[in-house]
């Protein structure tokens, strides 16, 4: 519910596996800040900004650029959302039971 009504998602990791709070941010719609920790880099790709751990000065450029930017605001939000659908479940699911096919028809 927070997600859905926050325009803005910061994620500030220093260290992180698959960020699982990012994607839920994009695919509600948010515009995504993430720190360059573990596979947020790989997640966030071109639909957010990304910035480097543990540097309190990007952190706070990227909130006021969103802040004050409303179109690039809008747009990553758009591309977000749009990139989120690669992590569902239906998704994860299909890529899961491939991989198993896969492995028995070897």
Excluded: H
């Amino acid at each position: 519910e927070e997600l859905t009504s926050s325009k803005i998602y910061l994620i500030n990791s220093i260290q992180e596996g698959l960020p699982k709070s990012l994607i839920e941010a994009m695919a509600s719609g948010c515009a995504c800040i993430s720190s360059d920790a573990g596979e947020c880099e790989r997640v966030i790709d071109s639909c957010g900004i990304l910035i480097k751990k543990q540097n309190i000065l990007s952190t706070k450029n990227a909130i006021i650029q969103l802040i004050r930017d409303q179109r690039l605001s809008s747009e990553l939000s758009q591309k977000a959302k749009e990139k989120s659908k690669q992590y569902s479940w239906e998704k994860y699911i299909s890529n899961q039971i491939n991989a198993y096919k896969e492995f028995i028809e070897e």
